[in-house]
């Protein structure tokens, strides 16, 4: 671990140990930035999550050398009277916890508008009255669709990168009509991130906000029926693993016609790491977290993704690789999509020199490298008959 002494600021100065209360800490994200932290840091965290699968090789008394470091409370955040004693202990804390899958946006979107907005609020308050600095991370699906998608098919500014590049100061937040509640998700994340903005504003608080772009990597989701709930549809990277583990063809929402940007999360975590050392530049700031580089369509990641998983699993692809299905048919009712999300980074390179380095190829041969390390046999097991006698 690297000693606190000699570790310096952007601008420097010794960063001091700070102890870090991260909820979520059991997620994709919050598993990733707890090793993180303990591999390169002398900071201490106070894990809270309802659980800790993600975590527990950090977590073994007997073996982990980080257990003066970490400490796991088994907590739901919704009605819980510990909440305020734990952010107080903290000088720092990191709001992770979010239903975040668009599976459930429809489905659940009761759930999604509580879990995102009104289970988020306490949270906020405690930072605030207690002067401890926020870290909230909240959604690159708070800019909803790009002004860009309500021109003609056409139209040459649709091409105009003014019209589809993402910036956190500039550009508007655009939803679908109300009876498409997929974007109760996104409507809860914009509302906190204007009462988290509020709070600085009026009250003082001092805030980050992190905005992902697709974070891509190890322990990414659930496999379903496999490492989480049988019937449950992931997001769309574990969707594809799932199909290519099964030897599946994987399905198209809508044609895949949807652009994405992927950023691998170890780079992801990095830009974290830097606005937690870096409180000076990244207060009263919202960050995009993106890699605009590697920008492809939906069809296209399926056709990547069946190449790499043939390179890491040997196995030849199957004959039809993809099949294309309507989204009211993958998602239900009241589904609708955002066309581009491609990431200004602008302001995060100026504040804290920060840029993403891994490719597309790179991030998906090393994902699903584990994927298929992790779950290959178990997907077998589960998917082989008994041959009758």
Same mark, same amino acid.
């Given at each position: 671990?690297?000693?606190?002494?000699d570790?310096?600021?952007?601008?420097?100065?010794?960063?001091?140990?700070?102890?870090?209360?991260?909820?979520?800490a059991?997620?994709?994200?919050?598993s990733?930035?707890?090793?993180k932290?303990m591999?390169?840091?002398?900071h201490?965290v106070l894990?809270?999550d309802?659980?800790?699968d993600?975590?527990?090789?950090?977590?073994?008394?007997?073996?982990?050398?980080w257990?003066?470091r970490?400490?796991?409370?088994?907590?739901?955040?919704?009605?819980d009277?510990?909440?305020e004693?734990l952010?107080k202990?903290?000088?720092l804390?990191?709001?992770?916890?979010?239903?975040?899958?668009?599976?459930?946006?429809?489905?659940?979107?009761?759930?999604?508008?509580?879990?995102?907005f009104?289970?988020?609020?306490?949270?906020?308050k405690?930072?605030?009255?207690?002067?401890?600095?926020?870290?909230?991370?909240?959604?690159?699906?708070?800019?909803?669709?790009?002004?860009?998608?309500?021109?003609?098919?056409?139209?040459?500014?649709?091409?105009?990168?003014?019209?589809?590049?993402?910036?956190?100061?500039?550009?508007?937040c655009i939803?679908?009509?109300?009876?498409?509640?997929?974007?109760?998700?996104?409507c809860?994340?914009?509302?906190?991130?204007?009462?988290?903005?509020a709070?600085g504003?009026?009250?003082?608080?001092?805030?980050t906000?992190?905005?992902?772009?697709n974070?891509i990597?190890?322990?990414?989701?659930?496999?379903?029926?496999?490492?989480?709930p049988?019937?449950?549809?992931?997001?769309?990277?574990?969707?594809f693993?799932?199909n #290519?583990?099964?030897?599946?063809?994987?399905? @198209?929402v !809508?044609?895949? /016609? *949807?652009?994405? =940007?992927?950023?691998?999360?170890?780079?992801?975590i990095e830009?974290v790491?830097?606005?937690?050392?870096?409180?000076?530049?990244?207060?009263?700031?919202?960050?995009?977290v993106?890699?605009?580089?590697?920008?492809?369509?939906v069809r296209?990641l399926a056709?990547?993704?069946?190449q790499?998983?043939?390179?890491?699993s040997?196995?030849?692809?199957i004959?039809?690789p993809?099949?294309?299905?309507s989204?009211?048919?993958?998602?239900?009712?009241g589904?609708?999509?955002?066309?581009?999300?491609i990431?200004?980074?602008?302001?995060i390179n100026?504040? #804290?020199?920060?840029?993403?380095?891994?490719? @597309?190829? !790179?991030?998906? /041969? *090393?994902?699903? =490298?584990?994927?298929h390390?992790?779950?290959?046999?178990a997907?077998?097991?589960?998917?082989?008959k008994?041959?009758a006698?």
């Amino acid at each position: 671990m690297a000693n606190g002494a000699d570790r310096l600021d952007l601008d420097g100065r010794p960063i001091k140990p700070l102890t870090i209360c991260m909820i979520g800490a059991g997620g994709f994200i919050g598993s990733h930035l707890c090793e993180k932290l303990m591999n390169e840091t002398p900071h201490k965290v106070l894990a809270l999550d309802v659980y800790n699968d993600k975590i527990k090789h950090l977590l073994e008394p007997d073996t982990s050398q980080w257990a003066e470091r970490i400490q796991f409370h088994r907590i739901n955040i919704k009605h819980d009277s510990r909440l305020e004693g734990l952010v107080k202990m903290a000088d720092l804390t990191i709001n992770l916890a979010a239903i975040c899958t668009p599976a459930d946006y429809n489905t659940r979107p009761l759930d999604t508008i509580y879990s995102n907005f009104i289970d988020a609020l306490p949270v906020v308050k405690y930072c605030s009255e207690n002067n401890k600095r926020l870290i909230h991370f909240s959604t690159c699906e708070v800019y909803g669709k790009t002004i860009g998608s309500f021109l003609p098919k056409d139209h040459p500014l649709r091409q105009d990168p003014d019209f589809y590049v993402l910036k956190e100061d500039t550009s508007p937040c655009i939803f679908g009509s109300i009876e498409k509640q997929r974007w109760s998700y996104a409507c809860a994340k914009q509302l906190i991130e204007r009462l988290v903005y509020a709070e600085g504003a009026e009250n003082g608080l001092e805030f980050t906000i992190v905005r992902p772009f697709n974070w891509i990597g190890p322990r990414m989701d659930f496999i379903p029926g496999i490492d989480g709930p049988s019937e449950g549809v992931p997001r769309v990277l574990a969707c594809f693993s799932n199909n #290519l583990l099964r030897r599946e063809p994987l399905k @198209l929402v !809508d044609g895949g /016609e *949807s652009q994405r =940007t992927f950023i691998y999360i170890k780079d992801a975590i990095e830009a974290v790491l830097l606005m937690i050392e870096n409180p000076e530049r990244a207060n009263g700031h919202i960050f995009n977290v993106g890699n605009p580089n590697n920008e492809v369509t939906v069809r296209q990641l399926a056709e990547m993704m069946t190449q790499v998983y043939s390179k890491v699993s040997g196995e030849t692809a199957i004959e039809s690789p993809t099949v294309d299905v309507s989204s009211k048919e993958f998602y239900g009712e009241g589904y609708d999509d955002s066309d581009k999300r491609i990431p200004d980074m602008t302001i995060i390179n100026r504040q #804290l020199g920060w840029n993403p380095k891994t490719s @597309l190829w !790179d991030l998906l /041969e *090393s994902t699903l =490298t584990y994927q298929h390390r992790t779950y290959a046999e178990a997907v077998k097991k589960a998917t082989s008959k008994p041959v009758a006698s």
